[in-house]
């Protein structure tokens, strides 16, 4: 059977890697999550010193951006890639909300997204790939068979990664998760370069009252519809 590129781009929080994750698994594809290729970059700045609360270096940042080389390794138990930094398995520090509160100003400068859409296009090059961020049905793969933008309203978007965060130990509130969410979705959005916009090809799905069987299925059926 012929492979597709399936592109789901959306707002923070949609459970776009959630349902990506599946899709893939059933058509044996590969999953890309290519928010965490920003956060890797987000997380080398920080351990650089090179965004603080009060100061973002991006000059700096911009100038040691070959020195940032991201991997992905697929991992059997947990049936998708993780990211890797300099080598290093990033997987867990990249999803913290400090990381959370930065990305969308990293990800806002052109470089950092020339660089990782270089990276993501090589990657999607023989199609069989599931990617999900937030530009990857207008810039990475304008040219992908199926595009699903995902979106739900910020409180059940929030309350979902605030369970998910609780759950791995994470002491944080709600408020800070939902603030997180709504700046993240403002910046995104507004930046210059390659802001946060449905495809006009792109299928919505508002997933605010679908269960994950219900956004599985609706998915899985447009990709028979696509195939
Ligand atoms: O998908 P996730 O929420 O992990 O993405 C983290 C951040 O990375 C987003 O809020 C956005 O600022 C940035 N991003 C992006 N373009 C993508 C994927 C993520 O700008 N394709």
Redo the contacts with the bound molecule.
Sequence with gaps: MNKITIAI?GY??TG??TIAKQIAKTLDYIYV???????AVTLYAIENGLITENNFYKEALISQLNNIELSFQFNKNLGYAEVYLNGQNVEHKIRTLQV?GF??T???VPEV?QK?VVI?KKIGEDKGVVM?????GTV?FPNAELKIFMTASAEKRAKRRYDELKQRGDDITYEAVLKNVTE?DY??TNRED?P?VKAEDAIEIDNSNLTLDEQFNKVLSLVKLTL
Excluded: E, F, P
Excluded at 33 to 39: F, H, I, N, P, T
């Design positions: 781009d923070s929080s776009k890697s999550d290519s928010g965490a290729m920003y956060r959370s990305v969308s990293i990800a806002a997204r990782l993501q999900d961020g937030r530009d990857i990475v993240r910046i995104d390659s946060l």
